[in-house]
């Protein structure tokens, strides 16, 4: 019963739909014991042919009386208790979701969206039932219960009551340790789920990867594995649920036979009325419910306990990275200053960034080259704040970017990664993703200057085409180039391209640079690429190499030095005339 006890915090926050629907329903179970008596006097009545049309129809509107008012208790406790459990739900949906905002990247490179996503479904979906269900059967099999029990005893016989009732306690022991078993056994079969629905993910996400590959027999064969775990784990909660159902059922059946071996023998004493006997077997028959959902209660609260473990789990997973008490609201610009001595990704002992000194004036272009996994993409990440330093500093304007709120800090910059997240949703809402308010003419004019605007004229419902998953159904070089329609929409103080025009051509390229050029004057932009002539018309380039700024200067003073630019340089010239000869051959 620890889930109510945990609950607690939303039974008080939704204290009053809660007490009125307890209210109605214990109502309900006291209207419900009304029938049993009425069909007693009507018995005993007929027995003694004291029985009238005019008492017969005044118990028959007795009936249909009471059985309205149980129809409108019914409907009310249902609207107030279930109706709460959803409130709860949806409070609890949105608490994860809120929290899944905060939380750094490092946290998501190590947790998998499908295990997530079980969460965010199933587990919050069986806490509802806990505070749905569960207090239902807790209120129902306790109050009901109770009062048929009152009744019998009171008003028939305390002694065949007690007699009925001896099988009750081996019930409630049993109940109790199959109750402790599921709560074991479900928790594994939701952590089967989490990965099963992971592995969904993962194989939707990368069909086309395992289309090319051929590797669908074989991601079959995974898929098959995964889901007969959670069929094995699931079978396992299943035989501990199944056990609830026939011990109370043989319980309530031995109860029914010491009610009539004992009752029969009263009726024979002359101790206990034919009709009084008939009243006892229906309150019997009635107090088979509450035996059955006190069965169920074990089986509701130990699958939403188990259930709420793993989310308040989730929920105290601390974000790494947060605002410093008392820092500034206010949005930073100016000159971006690096003065990095070391930086390593948490849980990583080898440096990734070392000896990064740079400062790039406000309105200037930086360039960042260098190999694959020289450290160019982190360089940039570190000014968003995904990550903290701990041995060095980045000042925008000359406040340290720690001492922003991240709202504020993130209000300033515009990011294009190198992966180009597209939502389900048309290409125009896409665009308008950070400036939801924008115009249709505003849409158009940045779709211009990122040189896809003609490409989406000639989809057949133009900007209000609908793209796939994550952008399945464009190309990569249409994905970076909303992307960058995106960012430039946002107006940031500080544009970010993370490698963002490498699926683009050179001509196309071309285009976006000079557009950029002309519209962010007195703008500060960031470039990474491999290909070099993303960052010729840089202010600023910087080479890297193992995470260590090796060169520096413009394109010309870098061609001059006869280094790792000038070489590579040379060499991509080289690349793109044989491309051209080929193109013309």
């Known amino acids: 019963m620890r889930i109510f006890i945990d609950l607690w915090w939303f039974f008080k926050q939704e204290r009053l739909k809660y007490f009125f629907g307890i209210v109605f329903l214990m109502l309900s179970s006291f209207i419900s014991l009304l029938p049993p008596y009425v069909v007693g006097v009507i018995v005993d009545d007929i027995r003694t042919r004291s029985l009238s049309s ?18 409108c208790t019914g409907y009310l406790w249902r609207q107030l208790i279930f109706g709460s459990s959803i409130i709860l739900a949806n409070q609890l949906r949105n608490d994860l979701y809120k929290h899944f905002t905060k939380l750094s990247p490092n946290f998501f490179q190590k947790r998998r969206i499908g295990d997530l996503m079980a969460h965010a479904t199933n587990d919050i979906s069986a806490v509802q039932n806990a505070a749905g269900e569960g207090i239902l059967t807790l209120v129902d099999s306790m109050t009901m219960g109770a009062m048929v029990i009152v009744t019998m005893s009171a008003f028939i016989s305390w002694k065949l ?50 289309k090319a590959f051929g590797e669908e027999d074989a991601q079959i064969n995974v898929f098959r594995k995964a889901s007969k775990d959670v069929v094995d784990k699931n079978i396992a909660v299943a035989k501990v649920d199944s056990l609830f159902d026939p011990t109370i059922t043989f319980i309530v059946a031995f ?79 100016g000159a971006i200053e690096y003065n990095i001595s070391n930086f390593h990704y948490p849980e990583s002992g080898s440096n990734v960034l070392s000896n990064i000194d740079v400062t790039i004036e406000q309105g200037q272009t930086l360039g960042i080259v260098g190999k694959t996994g020289a450290g160019k993409t982190t360089l940039l990440r570190l000014i968003l704040r995904e990550f903290d ?44 993703f950070a400036k939801p308010e924008a115009t249709q003419e505003e849409v158009e004019r940045v779709a211009k200057l990122a040189s896809i605007h003609e490409d989406i004229l000639h989809f057949k419902e133009g900007y209000k085409t609908v793209v796939g998953e994550r952008g399945v159904t464009l190309s990569g070089g249409q994905k970076q180039r909303i992307s960058i329609a995106r960012a430039l929409l946002a107006d940031p103080e500080i544009l970010i391209f993370d490698d963002s025009l ?54 010309e003073e870098l061609i001059q030095k006869h280094g790792w630019y000038a070489e590579m340089y040379a060499h991509q010239q080289l690349e793109s005339l044989v491309s051209e000869g080929g193109g013309k051959a």
């Open 54 to 71: 005019f008492i017969l129809g005044k118990w028959i509107l007795f009936l249909v009386i009471i059985g309205v008012v149980y129809y």
């Open 161 to 210: 009551t007690l007699i009925t009732l001896l099988p009750m306690p081996i019930m409630v022991l049993l109940t109790m340790h199959y109750g402790s078993l599921l709560h074991k056994r479900f928790g594994k079969a939701q952590a089967a789920f989490s990965d099963l629905n992971d592995k969904v993910q993962e194989n939707v996400s990368g069909v086309r990867v395992i």
């Open 255 to 333: 109860c029914y036979f010491l009610a009539l071996i004992f009752g029969s023998k009263y009726v024979v004493e002359g101790t206990m009325t034919i009709g009084s006997l008939t009243s006892f077997t229906l309150y019997l028959g009635q107090l088979v419910w509450p035996m059955l959902a006190f069965g169920f209660l074990f089986n509701i609260v130990e699958r939403g306990s188990a259930s709420y473990d793993r989310i308040r789990r989730l929920l105290a997973v601390k974000p790494e990275i947060t605002d410093l008490e008392g820092a500034s609201t206010q949005v930073p610009s």
């Open 389 to 432: 330093i701990k041995d060095g500093q980045i000042r925008i304007g000359g406040t340290a970017i720690r001492d922003v709120t991240m709202e504020a800090l993130r209000s300033a910059i515009g990011y294009v990664p190198q992966d180009h997240i597209l939502f389900s949703a048309t290409i125009a809402e896409n665009i308008a």
């Open 502 to 555: 490498s699926a683009v051509d050179a001509r196309t390229e071309v285009s976006i640079l000079q557009a950029l050029k002309q519209e962010r004057q007195n703008k500060t932009t960031l470039i990474s690429a491999h290909r070099l002539s993303a960052v010729e018309h840089a202010d600023l380039i910087i080479v890297l190499d193992e995470g260590k700024i090796i060169e520096r200067g413009t394109h």
